[in-house]
């Protein structure tokens, strides 16, 4: 497994972007796929995006578009960048890994997490 602390949350303007990061310890950063999950209060987590390993990336109907994510094997970080932010992205955001073949969404194919990263997003 792999250990992993988000950065990067914080309070921003409706219509304003964001740039959470993720970083993992370990030598085989490269072999999973990541994904960002969130959650927000009273709601179950969901699914955000994901790039495996080959750098493909899959994303939630909700955020595509506006969010991309992306992986650097060099620093052992994934990114999720967020632009034109609504207060319904309002959520504490989570990186996961994942060594599911493929693009893996469903929360239960990750076994490694962070502890999450608070957006806020004001209207």
Not at 18 to 28: K, Q
Not at 99 to 122: E, H, Y
Request: charged residues 15%; contains cysteine; hydrophobic residues 35%.
């Amino acid at each position: 497994q792999v250990q992993l602390v988000e950065s990067g949350g914080g309070l921003v303007q409706a219509g304003g972007s964001l740039r959470l990061s993720c970083a993992a310890s370990g030598r085989t950063f490269s072999h999973y796929a990541m994904g960002w999950f969130r959650q927000s209060p009273g709601k179950e987590r969901e699914f955000v995006a994901v790039v495996n390993n080959s750098g493909w990336a899959a994303y939630a109907n909700s955020v595509k578009g506006r969010f991309t994510i992306a992986r650097d094997n060099g620093k052992n970080t994934v990114y999720l960048q967020m632009n034109s932010l609504k207060p319904e992205d309002t959520a504490v955001y989570c990186c996961a890994a994942s060594l599911v073949w493929g693009l893996p969404q469903k929360s239960a194919d990750f076994a490694s997490w962070g502890q999450g990263t608070q957006v806020t997003v004001s209207s």
